[in-house]
């Protein structure tokens, strides 16, 4: 517990113990009104002091004021009547802030564990510079510098190791505990902690760009992105505290005026004034203005604590009423490791028309291009050297990547197409079908067709019960979208149990597919469910961004995925889909449970309270009881591993 909330809880105990006693003790007239007056400051002076600043400042109408107002009247009325029956004001003082030390000490829980869940912020960094090593903060790191991690160390900076290997802890970046085994060539990122042998790292970013840095930035910004029900509280506390303000006052005023001119029975001003107040202490807004922002917060630190990174509550709320999904597929659904298991009509030897496709792919990161690569190294013996070495010492020149259809180089002296069917149409060479299934790169030479390479993936292990668990959450429309054949998508759908499969696909035919399935949603269900694409995060980024809610898969360290998602999953498991859509809804499920709740028993102890069937302690009730049950609610959107 921090200072100022040991402070005020020792200011709750002092008032208290004071409460008690003064209720013991026989006293009367003004003597009385100064020794409750004591404990009533003591508890409750910086509500008034906050009270009085908001008016200066001309902001009115929040708790502050409510509870000013209703302890002062409540006393006021007290001295009037000369019944000496302070109690009420000083209790309703005592146990409102008694629930704002609970309300604070629950924020400052949650704020705890996900602090903890994200602790992935380094304090330093070992630097190496002319054979010494000094410990530096990480922002004075620069790109291309050598760091040392030691067993039991955080991974300052993104990096590649130069020296060494290890098994890394990503858990607090993936929730997986299950430890990554990395060696000289790997990529590391920041945030990781090494678990056991000494790495030399050579740092590929500087440290504000670093996976940790975004991360920590992702996850402290989302707050800032409302979802429609905090702005719907947001608006509806900015209306209601001064309507309930403007009612408690007709409540005083106008049932005495009526008693007494119309009715002739007396102005019965202490009765109804009392009523009024009454009516302000239940009328206080704090139970939904902190426990529905407080629901989202803990939603979004549970999801964190899964490796799910959900950039607002706003995307979170989307990702609850998400119906429709649609995935990429090579690298979300499949892992993307790709092995060339077949040569077909190659006019060349095998080994030669590979070396053509990997001269031709050399300088291309994508998956494809490096089994070829891999394929030849293989086929060439040529473990430990470079695919360049082997290709020859010529340069490859002329590179012209095609995006959705392949690769055209110029390498010894031949003009080298790379790539799908229609690559082969674009260059004037008649491609040869496959029977097997697969990933089929049709080769090219100067415009003649040179025979084609058979590439297989493979599903990943959770895939097809990703996609069974989906639709156990209420997901009621599967859709692949891929560049690849109608043969390979059909094959890989069935395989998965994807209700559709679009084929053959550019990455504008996706953003259209996307679009059609939007359109499709939209006039199916009003509006009221949402479309979310899974993709990973890099070659699909106009599609993430297009959808209602765009999910990066397999997205640990890829600055694409967390600029373009709107939902991060840190590992590749494609079981986090339907994780963080149950995550979604039962935090959803908690912030309606508030909000019904909460203003549920607001307006019937209002009513209570109108009629004078309510008083002072049911209020309080209404006030402290109604936010304590509701904060308690809240946190439970934290806890998520059983979701």
Not at 130 to 146: A, F, H, L, T, W
Not at 415 to 438: F, K, Q, Y
Not at 470 to 489: C, F, P, Q
Request: glycine share 10%.
């Amino acid at each position: 517990m921090n200072k100022k909330k040991r402070k005020m809880l020792i200011r709750i105990i002092i008032a208290a113990v004071l409460l008690v006693v003064l209720h013991f003790l026989k006293t009367d007239g003004w003597v009385r009104f100064v020794l409750y007056l004591i404990p009533y400051l003591i508890v409750g002076y910086d509500i008034l002091f906050k009270a009085g600043k908001n008016i200066l400042n001309h902001q009115v109408f929040d708790e502050c004021f409510l509870m000013t107002v209703a302890t002062i009247g409540a006393i006021a009325l007290a001295l009037i009547s000369k019944s000496g029956d302070y109690t009420e004001a000083v209790a309703v003082m005592l146990f409102y802030q008694t629930g704002e030390l609970f309300q604070s000490y629950a924020v400052g829980k949650s704020r705890r564990n996900i602090t903890d869940l994200m602790d992935i912020r380094p304090d330093y960094a070992n630097l190496e510079e002319d054979g010494q090593v000094q410990k530096v903060d990480p922002d004075e790191v620069e790109v291309g510098s050598i760091i040392l991690v030691s067993p039991g160390e955080k991974i300052p900076i993104d990096g590649v190791i130069v020296e060494g290997s290890s098994y890394l802890n990503t858990s607090a970046l993936t929730g997986e505990s299950v430890p990554r085994s990395v060696r000289e060539g790997d990529e590391v990122i920041s945030g990781c902690i090494n678990t056991s042998g000494l790495l030399r790292i050579r740092t590929t970013k500087e440290f504000g760009e670093s996976t940790a840095s975004r991360i920590l930035d992702l996850v402290e910004n989302a707050s800032s992105r409302k979802s429609r029900s905090e702005n719907f509280i947001t608006k509806f506390a900015k209306y209601y505290t001064p309507a309930v303000c403007y009612s408690a006052l007709a409540l005083a005023v106008i049932p005495p005026l009526v008693s007494g001119l119309v009715l002739g029975t007396g102005f019965p001003w202490g009765t109804w004034i009392y009523r009024a107040l009454t009516f302000l202490v239940i009328s206080c807004p704090c139970a939904l203005v902190i426990s529905i922002p407080l629901s989202f917060f803990a939603g979004l630190g549970g999801a964190s604590q899964e490796g799910v990174l959900i950039k607002g509550s706003n995307y979170l709320e989307a990702l609850s009423k998400t119906r429709t999904v649609a995935f990429d597929k090579t690298g979300t659904m499949t892992q993307g490791v790709f092995r060339v298991s077949g040569v077909h009509h190659s006019i060349y030897p095998d080994e030669e028309l590979l070396r053509l496709a990997a001269a031709a792919e050399s300088y291309s990161s994508h998956p494809i291009s490096k089994s070829l690569r891999e394929a030849y190294l293989s086929l060439a013996g040529g473990e430990g050297t470079s695919p360049e070495d082997l290709i020859s010492g010529d340069q490859v020149t002329d590179v012209e990547e095609i995006s959705g259809h392949g690769v055209i180089a110029t390498f010894e002296g031949k003009r080298i197409a790379c790539g799908n069917s229609r690559l082969m149409t674009r260059v004037g060479a008649e491609p040869m079908d496959c029977h097997d299934t697969g990933t089929l790169v049709h080769v090219a030479v100067d415009g003649r067709y040179a025979g084609h390479i058979l590439i297989s993936d493979q599903l990943k292990p959770n895939a097809a019960e990703a996609v069974q668990a989906l639709k156990k959450r209420g997901v009621s429309r599967t859709v692949m979208l891929t560049g690849d054949s109608a043969e390979v998508g059909e094959h890989v759908a069935a395989q998965l149990g994807i209700d559709e499969v679009r084929t053959e696909l550019l990455p504008e035919n996706k953003v259209e597919e996307i679009e059609r399935l939007l359109s499709e949603e939209a006039s199916a269900s009003g509006g009221k469910f949402k479309v979310a694409f899974v993709g990973d995060g890099i070659n699909d980024a106009p599609v993430l961004s297009r959808a209602d809610v765009g999910i990066a898969m397999g997205a640990l360290g890829s600055d694409a995925a967390i600029e373009a998602a709107d939902v991060v999953l840190m590992d590749d498991d494609p079981l986090k889909i339907s994780k963080a859509i149950g995550i979604a809804r039962k935090c959803m499920r908690i912030v309606y449970e508030n909000i019904v709740f909460a203003i549920g028993v607001k307006l019937i102890c209002l009513l209570l309270g109108a009629l004078g069937i309510a008083g002072m302690w049911l209020a309080i009730f209404a006030d402290v009881g109604v936010m304590v049950i509701a904060v308690l609610n809240a946190i439970r959107a934290l806890f998520v591993k059983n979701v």
